[in-house]
């Protein structure tokens, strides 16, 4: 199964809303609302951010949100703050698991 | 919910390792459990995962480790085992253990080099 296609990066102001995409297929992320969002900071695990295509976690920023349209997933962050810099997994966990290359978001 | 992955460290090609994942604060035979990699500066790659006892403890792994990894679990231990035999350098990385409702541990560093 082939890694799903997120851009390398995304680059925004503070206060600013930026999205990132996650490109798969019908086999994984078109064809079932399962697709999360993982934010990682620097030697840092991963950390939970969106299941279930647009389900926040407790304790998740309502600055967060997911969507999806076809066989591609969206992550908004709305309100960038200095702290969402990080960089940001999709991965689609239906039948199998499989990660995006990751996108380093940057706050200008 | 606490994932303490250990048993990582320096190895040589062709070598074996058997990581460990002591899971808490959660109902651990409940869990579908799997195993995560990051290679240095590099992006998350899913190793394997297995499913409850009352589903077989079936494991999926992902192709490049496939025959040469092995994730088991002790439900009585409430302990997640990833055996890796004949390692690569390629293999050098940090683990995660991860649950299916998002928990991950903190990792643990294999590095493989002669």
């Known amino acids: 199964q082939s890694a799903l296609t997120q851009p390398a990066s995304v680059s925004g102001s503070p206060g600013q809303s930026i999205t990132i995409s996650c490109t798969g297929t019908s086999s994984d992320v078109g064809g079932y609302n399962y697709v999360s969002w993982y934010q990682q900071h620097p030697g840092k695990a991963p950390k939970l951010m969106i299941y279930?295509?647009?389900k926040r976690p407790s304790g998740v920023s309502i600055r967060f949100s997911g969507s999806k349209s076809g066989n591609t997933a969206s992550l908004t962050i709305s309100g960038l703050q200095a702290e969402d810099e990080a960089d940001y997994y999709c991965?689609?966990?239906?039948?199998?698991?499989?990660f995006g290359g990751g996108t380093k978001v940057t706050v200008l | 919910v606490q994932l303490v992955e250990s048993g990582g460290g320096l190895v040589k090609p062709g070598g074996s390792l058997r990581l460990s994942c002591a899971a808490s604060?959660?109902?651990?035979?409940?869990?579908?459990m799997s195993w995560v990699r990051q290679a240095p500066g590099k992006g998350l790659e899913w190793v394997g995962r297995?499913?409850?006892?009352?589903?077989?403890?079936?494991?999926d792994y992902a192709a490049p480790v496939k025959g040469r990894f092995t994730i088991s679990r002790d439900d009585s231990k409430n302990t997640l085992y990833l055996q890796i035999n004949n390692l690569k350098t390629e293999d050098t990385a940090a683990y995660y253990c991860t649950t299916d409702g998002g928990h991950w541990g903190q990792g643990t560093l294999v590095t493989v080099s002669s």
């Open positions: 297995i499913k409850t006892k009352t589903e077989s403890g079936t494991t």
């Open positions: 279930e295509v647009s």
């Open positions: 991965t689609s966990y239906a039948t199998s698991v499989v």
């Open positions: 604060g959660f109902p651990f035979s409940n869990a579908w």
